[in-house]
């Protein structure tokens, strides 16, 4: 029924011979839902896709041959643990205790520099304890929170939106900035040993040694490999973020169960 609404909606009504189409399910589906479409619309192509790498490539070449308008009804099939497989969510703040030559000698005063500062406001992430209410010059009744500065235990290692048990340490108090981070294992640890590498790939560049420079690259450190660190990137973030008026619909299979999904994740944040 959804093939069909989609090609009698797109082919039919809009006249258009070919269209794209993200068709998201389950992962125990992705196998049915080929034989289904072209049982229903025959010369219709019909991609799976199993990583994102797959959809990367496809997508490639279509910008390459300048993104050409599709002739014929082009469906991708995405499982949902395809579209949202990511690398690992990590905070992208530290917490941070620094004390000036004078507040060492004293140990009543607090650190100048103490919480889990926003790289984007500079500001410490702050706990609300509380509201109070007061009234401004018109009278207007408003709420102000009354807070203290998180500390490592309230911040804990998971990442949070809201939680009865433990307060908010998704984004900054201050300014909305995300406090947490994407992060995936990488060859080089700063960017000083990056450097030290290319400074070899430029000499063999200068001295047009392709041997050499075969051998440079040959020779790397191997990328370590971690576990709960893959490096990928989710096929929805790269849908997201790359093939923008790409597709002309989508269709979610077993919507409901998606939804059941979230609400029990909103449950555990």
């Not at 080929?34 to 991609?47: C, F, G, N, Q, Y």
């Not at 520099?113 to 406001?121: D, K, T, V």
């Not at 923008?244 to 919507?255: L, S």
Request: with cysteine; proline share 5%.
């Amino acid at each position: 029924m959804m093939t069909a609404i989609a090609d009698g909606l797109l082919g039919a009504l809009k006249s258009k011979s070919g269209y794209h189409i993200c068709l998201m399910c389950p992962p125990s589906l992705t196998k049915k839902w080929p034989d289904e479409i072209r049982e229903l619309i025959p010369h219709a192509s019909v991609h799976v896709i199993n990583n994102t790498s797959q959809l990367i490539q496809y997508h490639a070449e279509w910008v390459k041959q300048g993104k050409p308008k599709p002739t014929v009804p082009t469906f991708f099939v995405i499982s949902f643990t395809t579209m949202r497989g990511d690398a690992r969510t990590v905070p992208a703040v530290e917490f941070r205790s620094q004390y000036t030559s004078k507040q060492k000698l004293s140990e009543d005063n607090l650190a100048y520099r103490y919480g889990f500062h926003c790289n984007h406001c500079g500001q410490p992430h702050q706990t609300i304890e509380s509201y109070s209410t007061e009234i401004d010059e018109n009278g207007n009744e408003f709420d102000v929170p009354e807070t203290h500065t998180m500390t490592p235990s309230e911040f804990g290692e998971t990442r949070r939106i809201s939680s009865s048990s433990k307060p908010a340490n998704a984004f900054c108090s201050h300014c909305g900035e995300s406090l947490w981070t994407k992060k995936v294992a990488t060859r080089y640890h700063h960017f000083s040993e990056w450097v030290k590498h290319e400074s070899k790939l430029t000499h063999a560049i200068h001295q047009k040694n392709s041997s050499l420079f075969k051998h440079i690259q040959s020779t790397q450190i191997e990328a370590p490999k971690l576990v709960a660190m893959p490096r990928r990137v989710a096929t929805i973030e790269y849908i997201r973020r790359k093939m923008k008026n790409f597709f002309d619909m989508a269709i979610v299979d077993e919507v409901h169960e998606r939804v059941r999904c979230c609400l029990i994740n909103s449950r555990k944040l």
